[in-house]
């Protein structure tokens, strides 16, 4: 370790201490998790569902798509109803109208003042009350709730069925026709609903906040921010202005500088040795990474305009064939298959130059994941296809088809292959990596230990997301489905970029070996430090308890903390441009990681933490204010990490042709310019007006068809429009240069 010693104890204690945390956290979730009934029985003895019923419920509802068709405890898509909410509200209604009739007959919202708020007091009573035996396990309801139960099924299996007094409703929702063609299912699907609603008002035993920490905003029976929410939440804003303090002092006083500018070799390094054959071969990766990006951004943009239309695309009634649940399903996958591919891609150009050439066998290695990539996406895409058009065999959905959870939505087949191909990436990787460990003494390779290091946690880490089935608590899901969409991708490709990013412009001589190692090594220790607990503000209200809660809003607030420098490492590597004349070669990379660094302070940073707070995201969770977040981040971070990653190697295996100055300038602005339309103009406002809505009325009405097909509301999706073609016609540029200039033409110059 040498030099970096201290640097290296500081990363390897954060990452023992985050990960013990995380993991005995972890413990806390498996224990605490919202209990399953044996049976949900009537006061006078009838059985209305079991633990059987409801787990089978579970399975119907991921095979319809399950959270890319509307969300469970604010954890899907935004177009139909959070199903926890809608279901909570229209049961506590219908026992309301019960009780009137019962007790007044009239209706309720014709009673007095006191009678309604005799009713209410009651409603509140019954239903925040944890009527669970822990001995037989068994949920006692009471003969006026099941009715009301009885009616918000029937509600429910008429909307995933055909029901024509239901036909708008699916409309508004974006729900095909016949969403769930058999009624057993669906009857079991309404099972697992009211499980999610049961779990979202009683409370847990010993305190007086419900199993989701009172989630859904629901005011009819008292849903409302804990203390301990109130709490953590004002912890959360002390901790991220005691780091950015912390922060700001460390990097004036602490930072290491060059005491001596490095002096710019006269010829790009790394051009210096002959490209070997497996560089040679990562074009066919280069030409997936488009490939699937321009299908991302067109996919996209046809889903978009089912939040407008619904069924129907411009009149045309798409939804029979192409389903909002499909086509978003296929938007979120392909998005991490080409950002994952281009990171893979880059890997693989590093390694020869790590490792001095080709070892044996290397381009067939290279040729081999290919095909091996090409196999998950054609299968992932079309079991999602046939197991939402419910043409899929039962038990094969789950394993073929469509697990129904956002970002691992491909078939559990599909998800192992894909890990074994992570496996063999970095088997390729460590062929490379460990040879040149091995020539490299002392402190000299510390940067590239870091680079392996993360290389090997990039192809294990997504095998935390094998850690469920298909039949596991829907709380304990979400904690492993959260190490791989936040920990994978948010905390170890971030740690990869910084480590081969450092890399490369070490080995072009650009920055010190030295510089660039410490850089390297504090970068990893401000991502993890945060990041790793930092999980759990996804699991405020997914099941858990308070101390996960304390957790996720102490550790999250510091992963705003280093975003707040990148600024300025972007300005440096952006003045690298001037130090040789063959840099401007490397201008669009380089200004692709220029705008990686804006949106990390906008999009993760100002959006990401706008959400971060429990009490902020007790109102906003699953509104279209996460949809800020989300694509501020995953496209303007990861996504330009990605092009910009591209756009490198294609400039290396390809040292031939020049950039295309227009076309890029079209590209690179179109992009960034299509996101903050897509953002500000529609995004951003109605998730605003979504959220006046959650705090005045409830969850329920924010995400109701009733609110959203307002027609100011409607106004501003239509709004969205401009900013999708904009994004579009950027995407298209960029597709052009790389693929038709770059890969095709070999050559083509400005």
Not at 76 to 104: C, F, I, K, M, V
Not at 426 to 449: F, N, W
Not at 534 to 563: D, I, K
Not at 574 to 587: I, K, Q
């Amino acid at each position: 370790m040498g030099e970096y010693r201290k640097l290296w104890w500081t990363l390897i204690a954060v990452l023992t201490v985050t990960f013990a945390i995380l993991g005995i956290s972890g413990v806390e979730v498996y224990r605490k998790a919202p209990p399953i009934p044996a049976e949900v029985v009537t006061a006078s003895g009838e059985v209305l569902m079991t633990r059987e019923d409801i787990m089978a419920g579970q399975a119907a509802w991921q095979s319809t798509g399950g959270m890319q068709l509307g969300s469970i405890w604010g954890h899907g898509a935004y177009q139909a109803p959070d199903w926890s909410a809608d279901w909570l509200h229209r049961e506590l209604t219908a026992w309301l109208t019960l009780a009137a009739e019962d007790g007044y007959g009239k209706p309720f919202d014709t009673l007095a003042v006191e009678q309604k708020a005799a009713l209410t007091y009651q409603l509140k009573q019954e239903y925040r009350h944890n009527a669970l035996d822990p001995a037989t396990g068994i949920v006692t309801v009471s003969d006026r709730r099941a009715r009301a139960i009885a009616l918000v099924a029937a509600h429910y299996e008429g909307l995933y069925g055909n029901d024509s007094a239901l036909r708008e409703m699916r409309d508004n929702y974006a729900m095909k026709e016949d969403t769930l063609p058999s009624a057993e299912k669906r009857q079991k699907l309404a099972d697992f609903f009211f499980w999610t609603a049961w779990a979202a008002s009683t409370e847990r035993p010993g305190t007086v906040a419900t199993y989701t920490n009172n989630w859904p905003p629901e005011p009819l029976i008292g849903n409302q921010p804990t203390p301990e929410n109130i709490l953590w939440s004002l912890a959360c804003v002390v901790i991220l202005i005691a780091g950015v303090g912390a922060l700001i002092w460390g990097w004036a006083f602490l930072r290491r500088h060059d005491d001596t500018p490095l002096v710019a070799a006269d010829k790009d390094p790394l051009t210096l040795a002959a490209l070997t054959p497996s560089q040679r071969a990562l074009g066919k990766y280069l030409f997936v990474v488009l490939a699937l990006f321009i299908f991302q951004i067109f996919i996209g943009g046809f889903t978009a305009h089912y939040t407008i239309e619904g069924q129907s695309f411009y009149g045309i009634d798409v939804s029979q064939y192409f389903p909002y649940a499909l086509t978003r399903t296929w938007h979120v996958q392909s998005a991490v298959l080409w950002i994952a591919t281009a990171f893979l891609a880059a890997g693989l150009f590093l390694a020869p130059v790590i490792h001095g050439g080709d070892p044996k066998h290397q381009k067939l290695g290279v040729d081999l994941l290919f095909w091996a990539l090409i196999l998950v996406v054609v299968g992932s895409f079309a079991g999602n296809y046939f197991a939402i058009a419910q043409e899929m065999p039962d038990g094969l959905g789950f394993w073929l088809g469509h697990q129904g959870y956002e970002f691992l939505d491909l078939g559990r087949v599909w998800q192992l292959a894909l890990f074994a191909g992570l496996l063999f990436w970095l088997v390729l990787m460590l062929r490379c990596m460990m040879p040149a460990l091995r020539r490299e003494k002392g402190g000299d390779r510390s940067l590239l230990l870091l680079l392996t290091v993360s290389t090997v946690a990039i192809g294990l880490f997504y095998g935390s997301g094998l850690f469920y089935g298909e039949r596991t608590h829907i709380t304990i899901m979400e904690y492993w489905r959260w190490w791989v969409v936040h920990l994978w991708v948010e905390g170890i490709f971030e740690v990869f970029a910084t480590a081969a990013i450092a890399f490369i412009f070490a080995s072009m001589g650009l920055v010190s070996k030295r510089i660039a190692t410490a850089a390297s090594l504090a970068s990893a220790s401000l991502f993890m430090v945060g990041g790793v607990p930092g999980t759990f503000h996804h699991l405020y209200f997914s099941g858990t308890t308070t101390p996960v809660m304390a957790v996720g809003a102490a550790f999250s607030a510091l992963e705003v903390v280093p975003l707040i420098v990148l600024g300025y490492e972007a300005w440096e590597h952006w003045s690298l441009r001037d130090r040789a004349p063959w840099m401007r070669s490397l201008r669009w990379p380089l200004i692709c990681f220029v705008a990686v660094a804006f949106w990390n302070m906008l999009g993760a940073g100002v959006f990401g933490f706008m959400i971060n707070t429990p009490v902020a995201l007790f109102y906003l969770q699953g509104l279209n204010t996460t949809a800020v977040h989300a694509h501020a981040a995953l496209f303007g971070v990861y996504g330009f990490l990605a092009l910009g990653f591209t756009l490198l190697v294609l400039r290396y295996i390809r040292p031939e042709i020049a950039f295309n100055e227009r076309l890029m300038r079209v590209g690179f602005w179109g992009l960034n310019a299509g996101l903050v339309l897509m953002i500000f103009t529609s995004l951003l406002p109605v998730g605003l007006f979504q959220f006046e809505a959650s705090v005045t009325t409830g969850m329920w009405y924010a995400r109701s068809d009733t609110f959203l097909q307002q027609g100011f509301l409607e106004t501003l999706r239509w709004v969205r429009t401009f900013g999708d073609v904009v994004f579009i016609v950027g995407g298209v540029a960029v597709a052009w240069q790389v693929v038709i200039l770059g890969l095709w033409r070999k050559g083509a110059r400005a």
